[in-house]
């Protein structure tokens, strides 16, 4: 007769997180985009097709993430705001770390700014001025994450920043005193000429992307994982992976930009701007002059916005785009060889998911902004792990800030601010009356982004949307169910009224925590 079995150990936990990725631009959802390891992911595990993000920009998405907090409660409302470190700390992170998980991040945080007005020094680790108070030997912490290896931008309109200035990445990427010619590989543009707006091939060789860099380390932190379980630790590891990519510039290096061949992408089926048929937001976004500097004028002029493209243009940025979500797909399916062969697989929660999305020509649009089509709302979320069920699909409206809570209820305890976050783990599992019916978005923006101020409120249902610009009191309202591509507003239909009113109840419902004081900007948005 065998003994009693050893108690499991509560188990691993990695998220992996891509930046601005569509959440139809999976080879599961039908777009013709290779990603084989995701794809089979979403076999193993269960899928999220109603997974919408708090925010459509990076800062107030991924510190909802962290905290499980609607912007408006933790104060990061739009790029440019930090994050309070105390706040940060009782994030999942800080909160797993003090029950005992050993804790890391690697790749790009985005909890503070990376820019700050006057380039003044912020003191914070992701600050560009302030790069050079955090030395070689710094590894943290940072936001209650014990051990970091930090990329500081990974956005290549700005190449990797030679040292005194950099974190991680950037720092290995100049050690080697190569740093100015993979400058210059990154500029070359090879293959036929693009016209395609930020669209280009590199030339720097795959073994230098921050892609792969971020891969290599979480490959390393899982061999050190595995050696150490070995050894007789069980001490459980939370870490939270993150790519920078396939946000813009457009740039996959080859052979990655090859893979997909322009003539041979799909194309969105609503691709012009009728702004004369939606709130009147849409037009001043596009049309207004950014506020702020100069400086930061011109930046968001000619890297947060793109004009209409041809549909020539937009099959060039798509089969690069495309390129950039495959080389994520193989680091991702490295990542997961590297589980498997150290006996991790079994006893590890894995999570893949995005900040938020990409318009990638719906409507005309380019990019990211306060238009909230699905394309920039909606994200994929994948999970796979002991208890999940395999194969599944959840139709259910729920959000990535979910992730804390239910980081919490894996690790068999609570995480401290996640006061609005609602565990994932019955719906992964499959119990019954799990079922949720709806998430919510919001966004403060000031005129330095696109030259006006708005405060907008959304509610995804599964089958319905609706956004308020609070100050003006206009909205937009699509059927999901009947007008998946968001083409009809139907806020002023009489036929949609009372949903209309129902969907609103749901916005005015949110808790009454937000911060009555919103946090300053210490830079650009």
């Given at each position: 007769?065998?003994?009693?079995?050893?108690?499991?150990?509560?188990?691993?936990?990695?998220?992996?997180?891509?930046?601005?990725?569509?959440?139809?631009?999976?080879?599961?959802?039908?777009?013709?985009?290779?990603?084989?390891?995701?794809?089979?992911?979403?076999?193993?595990?269960?899928?999220?097709?109603?997974?919408?993000?708090?925010?459509?920009?990076?800062?107030?998405?991924?510190?909802?993430?962290?905290?499980?907090?609607?912007?408006?409660?933790?104060?990061?409302?739009?790029?440019?705001?930090?994050?309070?470190?105390?706040?940060?700390?009782?994030?999942?992170?800080?909160?797993?770390?003090?029950?005992?998980?050993?804790?890391?991040?690697?790749?790009?945080?985005?909890?503070?700014?990376?820019?700050?007005?006057?380039?003044?020094?912020?003191?914070?680790?992701?600050?560009?001025?302030?790069?050079?108070?955090?030395?070689?030997?710094?590894?943290?912490?940072?936001?209650?994450?014990?051990?970091?290896?930090?990329?500081?931008?990974?956005?290549?309109?700005?190449?990797?920043?030679?040292?005194?200035?950099?974190?991680?990445?950037?720092?290995?990427?100049?050690?080697?005193?190569?740093?100015?010619?993979?400058?210059?590989?990154?500029?070359?543009?090879?293959?036929?000429?693009?016209?395609?707006?930020?669209?280009?091939?590199?030339?720097?060789?795959?073994?230098?992307?921050?892609?792969?860099?971020?891969?290599?380390?979480?490959?390393?932190?899982?061999?050190?994982?595995?050696?150490?379980?070995?050894?007789?630790?069980?001490?459980?590891?939370?870490?939270?992976?993150?790519?920078?990519?396939?946000?813009?510039?457009?740039?996959?290096?080859?052979?990655?930009?090859?893979?997909?061949?322009?003539?041979?992408?799909?194309?969105?089926?609503?691709?012009?701007?009728?702004?004369?048929?939606?709130?009147?937001?849409?037009?001043?976004?596009?049309?207004?002059?950014?506020?702020?500097?100069?400086?930061?004028?011109?930046?968001?002029?000619?890297?947060?916005?793109?004009?209409?493209?041809?549909?020539?243009?937009?099959?060039?940025?798509?089969?690069?785009?495309?390129?950039?979500?495959?080389?994520?797909?193989?680091?991702?399916?490295?990542?997961?060889?590297?589980?498997?062969?150290?006996?991790?697989?079994?006893?590890?929660?894995?999570?893949?998911?995005?900040?938020?999305?990409?318009?990638?020509?719906?409507?005309?649009?380019?990019?990211?902004?306060?238009?909230?089509?699905?394309?920039?709302?909606?994200?994929?979320?994948?999970?796979?792990?002991?208890?999940?069920?395999?194969?599944?699909?959840?139709?259910?409206?729920?959000?990535?800030?979910?992730?804390?809570?239910?980081?919490?209820?894996?690790?068999?305890?609570?995480?401290?601010?996640?006061?609005?976050?609602?565990?994932?783990?019955?719906?992964?599992?499959?119990?019954?009356?799990?079922?949720?019916?709806?998430?919510?978005?919001?966004?403060?923006?000031?005129?330095?982004?696109?030259?006006?101020?708005?405060d907008l409120r959304a509610v995804r249902t599964r089958t319905a949307k609706l956004t308020l610009e609070l100050d003006s009191g206009a909205g937009e309202l699509y059927d999901l169910a009947n007008d998946p591509h968001e083409c009809e507003n139907r806020f002023d239909d009489p036929a949609y009224r009372g949903l209309r009113d129902e969907l609103t109840d749901r916005i005015m419902a949110r808790p009454r925590d937000m911060l009555t004081a919103p946090r300053e900007p210490v830079g650009p948005a």
């Amino acid at each position: 007769m065998s003994g009693p079995s050893r108690p499991r150990k509560r188990p691993n936990i990695l998220l992996v997180m891509s930046d601005q990725h569509r959440g139809d631009a999976y080879g599961f959802e039908g777009r013709r985009v290779h990603t084989p390891h995701l794809d089979l992911m979403a076999r193993h595990g269960t899928r999220f097709s109603a997974c919408i993000t708090p925010n459509v920009v990076c800062m107030p998405a991924r510190c909802s993430v962290l905290t499980g907090l609607l912007p408006y409660t933790h104060g990061v409302v739009d790029n440019g705001i930090d994050l309070e470190e105390q706040l940060g700390e009782q994030g999942f992170a800080g909160s797993l770390a003090r029950a005992g998980y050993r804790t890391q991040f690697i790749g790009k945080a985005h909890f503070s700014s990376n820019h700050s007005y006057g380039d003044r020094p912020t003191g914070r680790c992701e600050n560009i001025p302030s790069a050079a108070m955090f030395g070689p030997e710094w590894e943290g912490p940072y936001m209650g994450f014990e051990r970091v290896e930090l990329m500081q931008l990974g956005h290549n309109y700005w190449l990797p920043d030679p040292p005194p200035g950099g974190l991680h990445y950037e720092r290995w990427y100049h050690a080697d005193g190569l740093g100015a010619m993979k400058d210059a590989q990154y500029r070359e543009h090879v293959g036929a000429p693009v016209s395609g707006g930020q669209t280009h091939a590199s030339a720097l060789p795959t073994a230098w992307h921050n892609t792969t860099w971020v891969a290599d380390r979480a490959v390393e932190m899982l061999r050190e994982q595995g050696r150490r379980e070995r050894g007789g630790d069980d001490t459980p590891l939370c870490a939270w992976v993150s790519f920078a990519d396939p946000h813009h510039p457009f740039d996959a290096p080859i052979p990655w930009s090859l893979l997909h061949r322009p003539e041979e992408v799909d194309l969105p089926p609503h691709r012009v701007r009728d702004l004369d048929r939606r709130p009147w937001w849409h037009r001043a976004a596009l049309e207004n002059t950014p506020g702020g500097t100069p400086a930061t004028r011109k930046i968001r002029e000619e890297y947060s916005r793109m004009p209409p493209q041809s549909d020539a243009q937009l099959r060039e940025v798509v089969a690069n785009y495309y390129g950039m979500i495959s080389l994520i797909d193989h680091n991702v399916g490295r990542i997961r060889n590297a589980l498997r062969e150290e006996g991790l697989d079994d006893n590890t929660l894995v999570v893949f998911t995005s900040d938020h999305g990409e318009w990638l020509g719906d409507h005309g649009l380019m990019l990211k902004g306060p238009m909230l089509y699905e394309g920039v709302m909606r994200v994929g979320l994948l999970v796979q792990g002991p208890g999940v069920l395999a194969g599944q699909v959840v139709p259910d409206p729920v959000s990535t800030l979910d992730l804390a809570a239910t980081f919490g209820d894996y690790a068999g305890g609570t995480v401290a601010s996640a006061a609005h976050s609602r565990s994932l783990r019955p719906l992964l599992s499959g119990q019954p009356g799990a079922s949720r019916d709806a998430a919510l978005n919001e966004w403060r923006l000031g005129p330095s982004r696109c030259g006006v101020s708005l405060d907008l409120r959304a509610v995804r249902t599964r089958t319905a949307k609706l956004t308020l610009e609070l100050d003006s009191g206009a909205g937009e309202l699509y059927d999901l169910a009947n007008d998946p591509h968001e083409c009809e507003n139907r806020f002023d239909d009489p036929a949609y009224r009372g949903l209309r009113d129902e969907l609103t109840d749901r916005i005015m419902a949110r808790p009454r925590d937000m911060l009555t004081a919103p946090r300053e900007p210490v830079g650009p948005a």
